[in-house]
């Protein structure tokens, strides 16, 4: 059992949006730091947004990103999103989300090695 599957990858334009799913199966989500990340063909993963647990929902962001991504949660669902608008052809890649008791905790300072669990990832492909 994959305990994180994202979903919601696609193909779109430059300039358009999308919208991804980290949904958790076998534990709960909300006590938990989520974290976004994206890996370009040819390039190492990048840490893009994560969000602390409900406790605080504290979100961070990287530069390349903040005022055009924003992460939040929906319980209910134990589920994290990643509403991407405005959309660039840099932003093609392959976006992953992972999940860890404590390594959100400041913009642009999103590590891929601090983070433990990790679904499989989705596709997102910017292109016209």
């Known amino acids: 059992q994959v305990p994180l599957v994202e979903s919601g990858g696609d193909l779109v334009q430059p300039g358009g949006s999308l919208r991804l799913s980290c949904a958790a199966s076998?534990?709960?989500?909300?006590?938990?730091?989520v974290g976004w990340f994206r890996q370009a063909q040819g390039k190492e993963r990048e840490g893009l947004a994560c969000?602390?647990?409900?406790?605080?929902?504290?979100?961070y962001y990287v530069d390349s990103v903040k005022g055009r991504f924003t992460i939040s949660r929906d319980n209910a669902e134990n589920t994290v999103y990643l509403q991407m608008t405005n959309l660039k052809p840099e932003d093609t890649g392959v976006y992953s989300c992972?999940?860890?008791?404590?390594?959100?905790?400041?913009?642009?300072?999103?590590?891929?090695?601090?983070?433990?669990?990790w679904g499989q990832g989705t596709r997102v492909t910017v292109s016209s």
């Open positions: 076998g534990f709960t989500l909300d006590v938990y730091h």
């Open positions: 969000i602390t647990g409900v406790l605080d929902g504290s979100v």
């Open positions: 992972a999940a860890d008791s404590w390594p959100c905790y400041s913009d642009n300072d999103i590590r891929p090695g601090d983070w433990g669990t």
